[in-house]
């Protein structure tokens, strides 16, 4: 996949030690200052008064950056290399995150928050790309489960620099800058693998039909990413809590990440990934169902903890049945396709959550999310059920 320094072998089962902790180092400095951003951006647009639907919108323009740069991505990474798009978008995102403070009128946000989705999916893509292709034979659960947990782990960080410094003035932002810059330093040392550039291109409409309801979870577990981080400081604030404690119900989410996502990925390994996923689906509706009822109590933590690991853990086990469905110029197809997904849920989310707060109040907020799961868990139904139909009468 990179384009730049020489090429590594990598056998069927053996792993490129030095490119994983370049790779995980550059996605654990930037994940920390996209888990600042999220509460710092709505909890500021929160205490001047924007509406929640407003809010939601705002926080829209990301996922559509992120759509945009599936398009412009590849041919980008062909001519520059990727290694260098890389690096050039950490910069770019730590230019906007000082610009925030420096143009902070809500309408100046829209279009800093699409170039930084734009910068955000870049990192990802291609450090995912990676991962996945080097993610092999037995190791691949240790892999994925080594990416996600240092996702999770410095995403919860971000947010808890916010309940320390606040969310006024330059300082939060001033700290979320020089961290990306920090991130150059773990790109620069990634080197490429053998055959990344021999890949025949697929396009995601091709590999979509391969998929359906694997990309259908992706999106699903993107439209409660995206609404959990852009309003769950928000609807913690509306039910009583203060924004220092209310920043810090999103590093409770990504602690649940941080501790379950390798034994996620393991189970899902021994067992059954449709079953693991079915579990994660299940467990996300039951702990947004009881929100309502222990938000600013002491069971609220647990409550929240176990949402973001199992909210996560859809995405983990979907990444290990990506990688174990498909090779080559199909598994580059289906980490695009996941971006994409990822992307358009996250749009529909932050959209959806918004309204439903502006609409219904509060709680308006966990019964949108858990509509929709509950709306995917009966498609899976519906479609098993008719497979074994299909069987019975052929």
Not at 154 to 179: D, E, H, M, N, S
Not at 250 to 261: H, K, M
Not at 282 to 292: C, D, S
């Amino acid at each position: 996949m990179f384009a730049a320094g020489p090429c590594v072998q990598v056998s069927e089962n053996s792993i490129n030690w030095r490119n994983l902790i370049a790779a995980c180092a550059a996605v654990c400095v930037f994940s920390f200052s996209l888990g600042e951003v999220f509460p710092l951006l709505s909890l500021n647009l929160e205490s001047r008064g924007v509406s929640p639907k407003m809010i939601g919108l705002n926080a829209a323009m990301g996922p559509i950056g992120i759509l945009l740069a599936g398009m412009i991505v590849p041919k980008l990474s062909h001519a520059f290399g990727p290694r260098a798009v890389a690096m050039c978008m950490a910069l770019g995102a730590a230019l906007i995150f000082l610009a925030y403070p420096s143009f902070p009128t809500l309408w100046a946000w829209f279009p800093l928050r699409l170039l930084q989705g734009i910068c955000v999916a870049t990192l990802f893509a291609l450090s995912e790309a990676w991962v996945l292709g080097n993610a092999k034979g037995t190791k691949r659960g240790l892999v994925i489960g080594v990416y996600a947990t240092c996702i999770s782990a410095t995403f919860g960080v971000g947010p808890a620099v916010i309940g320390w410094v606040g969310i006024a003035g330059y300082l939060p932002f001033v700290i979320g800058a020089g961290v990306l810059l920090v991130t150059i330093l773990p790109i620069s040392l990634v080197t490429p693998q053998a055959g990344d550039a021999e890949h025949e291109h697929i396009s995601i409409l091709r590999f979509a039909p391969k998929a359906p309801l694997l990309l259908t979870a992706i999106s699903v577990h993107a439209i409660f990413d995206g609404g959990m981080l852009s309003f769950l400081p928000v609807y913690a604030v509306r039910m009583g809590m203060s924004i220092e404690s209310a920043a810090v119900t999103i590093t409770a989410l990504a602690f649940g990440n941080v501790v379950f996502q390798i034994p996620i990925g393991w189970i899902a390994g021994h067992t059954s990934k449709a079953g693991a996923m079915i579990t994660c689906f299940i467990t996300v509706v039951i702990t947004l169902i009881l929100l309502p009822f222990a938000i600013t109590t002491f069971w609220q933590w647990p409550l929240i903890v176990i949402a973001g690991a199992a909210g996560f853990g859809i995405y983990t086990v979907g990444l290990a049945e990506l990688g174990d469905r498909f090779h080559g110029a199909d598994l580059i197809a289906g980490t695009s396709a996941f971006a994409f997904m990822w992307g358009l849920g996250a749009l529909v989310g932050s959209v959806i959550c918004g309204t439903a707060m502006d609409h219904f109040g509060p709680n308006g907020f966990p019964a949108a999310l858990v509509a929709i799961f509950c709306a995917y868990l009966l498609a899976r139904l519906l479609r098993g059920w008719r497979r074994r139909v299909a069987r019975a009468n052929a």
